[in-house]
């Protein structure tokens, strides 16, 4: 058994080390997004295939007999390559994907469909915005310079910021509640644009923007093409063990 797991989350983290501690032969890949990626215990590869006959070409190449998709539930591309890549090579496929989050009573969430929606959703008059969205989104909200936004990314900009009134928090995360309303009252923020990641990483914005009584532009998921789901680590580690015994 060879695994390949296309990682960059938490989920993928925790998965990691279980394969490592079972001994397993897998490769961790990281898209290459960030500069520093966090060390894994499993060799790791970083960079695209090549869409989805690279993928198909490294899957063959590299010999991998099962692949686990731990991406992110916002990443559609690798998702959707893995899905034809697999199918392609006839290769077992397993997706670890975390729950979106649901609203609850107290929460104040105005959902969306995507980002140009959320630029849509802000008010007209000025206010102090939290974009805690990555840096790959930034550039649609300049449809709105009068406001006020704080914007988090991993790595630092290397360029000037396509909004004229923002200031940039470089912070890698995960979150936690006390230091999301700490940041929130600091900046006197007034409304937060997040995605609807799920996970434990990235709820902690979510939480404060709650206790504080804050609105969040909530933008739902994507569509992600059908394959076998499972959201536990425990579940892809059977996945895998069950395979195993069977010799396949
Ligand atoms: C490169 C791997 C860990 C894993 C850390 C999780 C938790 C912190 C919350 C905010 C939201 C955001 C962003 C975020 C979180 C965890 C987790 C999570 C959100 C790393 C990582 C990679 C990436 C890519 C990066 C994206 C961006 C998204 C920032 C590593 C740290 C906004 C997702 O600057 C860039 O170009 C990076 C962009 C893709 C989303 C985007 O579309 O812009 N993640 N994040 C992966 C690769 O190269 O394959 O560097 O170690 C992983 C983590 N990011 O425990 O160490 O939920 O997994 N990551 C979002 O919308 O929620 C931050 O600021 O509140
Ligand atoms: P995306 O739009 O789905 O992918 C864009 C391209 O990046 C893919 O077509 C593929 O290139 C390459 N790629 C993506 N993930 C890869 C991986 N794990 N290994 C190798 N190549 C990969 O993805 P994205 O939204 O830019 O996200 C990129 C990475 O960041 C993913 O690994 C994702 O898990 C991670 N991420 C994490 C979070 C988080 O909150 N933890 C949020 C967003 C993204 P080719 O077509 O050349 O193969």
Redesign the pocket.
């Known amino acids: 058994m060879r695994v390949l797991i296309l990682?960059?989350?938490?989920?993928a983290?925790l998965l990691a080390a279980s394969v490592a501690a079972a001994g397993h032969d897998a490769i961790y890949s990281?898209?290459?997004?960030?500069q520093?990626?966090?060390n894994q215990p499993l060799p790791t590869r970083?960079g695209g295939f090549g869409g989805a006959d690279g993928l198909a070409d490294a899957i063959r190449q590299e010999g991998f007999t099962h692949v686990v998709d731990a991406t992110?539930p916002?990443a559609t591309e690798i998702s959707r390559h893995a899905v034809v890549a697999c199918a392609t090579t006839a290769t077992p496929l397993v997706a670890l994907e975390r729950k979106p989050w649901i609203k609850t009573l107290d929460d104040i969430w105005i959902e969306v469909a995507d980002i140009a929606s959320a630029v849509a959703a802000l008010p007209e008059k000025p206010a102090r915005i939290f974009l805690?969205?990555?840096?790959?989104?930034i550039a649609p909200f300049a449809m709105r310079p009068q406001h006020a936004y704080t914007l988090?990314?991993?790595?630092a900009a290397g360029g000037p910021l396509p909004l004229p009134d923002a200031d940039l928090i470089v912070s890698?995360?995960?979150?936690t509640l006390a230091g999301e309303l700490d940041l929130m009252r600091a900046r006197r923020i007034e409304w937060i644009v997040?995605?609807n990641?799920g996970?434990v990483?990235?709820r902690a914005?979510i939480d404060a923007a709650r206790e504080l009584g804050l609105p969040v532009v909530m933008i739902t998921r994507p569509e992600l093409p059908e394959r076998l789901r499972v959201e536990s680590v425990a579940e892809v580690m059977h996945w895998l063990g069950h395979r195993a015994c069977l010799g396949a």
């Open positions: 990682g960059g989350t938490s989920e983290n990281y898209a290459g997004r960030t520093v990626p966090v970083v992110h916002f805690a969205i990555g840096r790959q989104h988090r990314f991993i790595d890698r995360g995960p979150f997040a995605r990641s996970g990483g990235a914005k």
